[in-house]
């Protein structure tokens, strides 16, 4: 098992990253950490004509923060964004998500940046930059665009990054709600997520939830926002009937597809099941101001 | 900038187990290969060849990672150390010794892949808690022993105190 050839580069800094995405458009991928890309290659899923290594680019290795915004860069890992003392105080979902990712020895190697890029509807990262209203710096040869989150995943490992671009950054806002939880549920840990959900309530001190943003995957093409359910709990404290409905609505508009791991009727329980975990832990951190 | 036609080779140099090691491979080369056809380690084991079974770890500026994904060009100017590079001067590395007296191998080919994720933790310095043996252990796939001895064996060399008080 082994890749097809392709040629390499290995850019110093962005500037030569850009003109060599540039230069070969849609035949030139990047590779970062390669913990989901290289078994593709490997596999022969893809055969890009050229790799762009974009390892070596130290501008894009740090996580900081500045304005009210953590902003991490792309090639940040997954080890390092969760043991990062930043993202422990002030982004706990994202602490509390990132174990999830596959193992110690791929989280080690693979960065924050390619999972997004990526786009696995059922991957941590994904969800839980949807769920914290994330934006994404991206560049290229023309400069520096933002954009949010919210209109990123286009389909199943389809993203709005155009094939000369490059995702650079991912800036999370500090004021997020105080309450946080992330559930997922996989066969064996480390192993894709059949379905996960990531939730973040603002909890007033009378109970009342404020603002929800909850995120479900595994269950679409893209990570879905689940919108009614937000909505619906605006206003509300969570009792076992407000909870009930909110899960109804939650899955009101996920979809998923059967395959050889679960049939579509069993992701959407184990989804209402996520869902309901999570609210209920999200809602008690957010009573007791944890977040 | 360097442009390679595709068949060209690519010049790799890295520090494995200590010694300053110069070669050439196509950029498709898989450092696991690399290591094991170019650089004649065998020690590093390939099971999946696409990051299951962990097998393949290295230890990778001091980090654990899994060799067969990456690319040997992606090795160039790090310090690697597998297996071979444990035992000093013919003397077993405590972790060794502690697989072979707790029963944490049987074939062993699973072996050299969970040493090197070991001796990650141990050089961390902080003493892990069982659990978080069986989480790094969760990226490797032992077929034989059923992980009990292997964890026995790593604890006994991470948190050696917790062992003592285990057996009085
Ligand atoms: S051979 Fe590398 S993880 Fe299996
Ligand atoms: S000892 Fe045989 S696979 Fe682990």
Request: aromatic content about 6%; hydrophobic content about 35%.
């Amino acid at each position: 098992m082994k890749p097809a050839t392709f040629t390499y580069h290995r850019p110093a800094d962005l500037e030569e990253a850009v003109k060599l995405l540039d230069e070969y458009g849609s035949e030139g991928k990047i590779i970062a950490g390669g913990q989901s890309f290289i078994p593709i290659l490997n596999m022969r899923m893809s055969e890009p004509g050229c790799l762009i290594d974009i390892n070596q680019i130290e501008e894009l290795k740090s996580v900081r923060l500045e304005d009210d915004v953590i902003k991490i860069g792309a090639l940040t890992t997954q080890r390092e964004l969760e043991r990062h003392e930043l993202i422990k105080k002030h982004i706990p979902l994202l602490a509390e998500g990132v174990p999830f990712i596959g193992h110690v020895q791929t989280r080690n190697r693979g960065t924050v940046g390619g999972s997004v890029a990526h786009a696995d509807p059922s991957a941590e990262l994904p969800l839980c930059f949807l769920a914290l209203d994330a934006e994404i710096v991206i560049d290229s040869i023309d400069g520096k665009r933002t954009t949010s989150i919210n209109d990123f995943f286009i389909t199943y490992l389809t993203t709005e990054l155009m094939p000369e671009e490059i995702l650079t950054e991912i800036h999370v806002p500090l004021n997020q709600p105080n309450g946080y939880a992330f559930e997922e549920f996989s066969r064996r840990h480390g192993d894709f997520a059949l379905v996960a959900a990531a939730c973040l309530l603002s909890v007033d001190d009378d109970g009342i939830i404020e603002n929800a943003r909850i995120v479900l995957g595994g269950v679409e093409a893209v990570p879905l926002l689940a919108e009614e359910a937000m909505e619906y709990l605006e206003g509300k404290s969570l009792t076992e009937n407000v909870l009930e409905q909110a899960v109804e609505l939650a899955v009101v508009d996920a979809d998923p597809d059967s395959d050889l791991h679960a049939s579509k009727e069993y992701r959407l329980h184990l989804t209402k099941v996520m869902a309901r975990k999570a609210l209920l832990k999200a809602y008690d951190r957010g009573l007791r101001k944890e977040g | 900038m360097s442009n390679l036609s595709v068949q060209d080779k690519v010049k790799i140099s890295f520090s494995i187990n200590g010694r300053e090691i110069e070669g050439e491979a196509e950029p498709r080369k898989l450092l696991s290969d690399f290591i094991r056809e170019d650089l004649g380690l065998t020690g590093t084991h390939v099971g999946c060849e696409h990051g299951v079974c962990g097998s393949c770890t290295v230890l990778y500026n001091g980090k654990a990672v899994r060799s067969c994904l990456m690319f040997a060009a992606q090795a160039d100017g790090s310090e690697i150390q597998t297996v071979e590079g444990l035992a000093v001067n013919g003397q077993e590395h405590p972790l060794q010794t502690s697989f072979t007296e707790c029963h944490g191998l049987q074939c062993g080919f699973c072996t050299p892949g969970i040493l090197m994720s070991s001796v990650e933790m141990l050089n961390s310095g902080e003493e892990p808690t069982t659990q978080e043996i069986k989480e790094m252990l969760s990226g490797h796939l032992c077929r034989c022993t059923g992980y009990k001895g292997i964890i026995e064996a790593i604890e006994k060399v991470c948190k050696p105190n917790a062992c003592k008080e285990g057996e009085n």
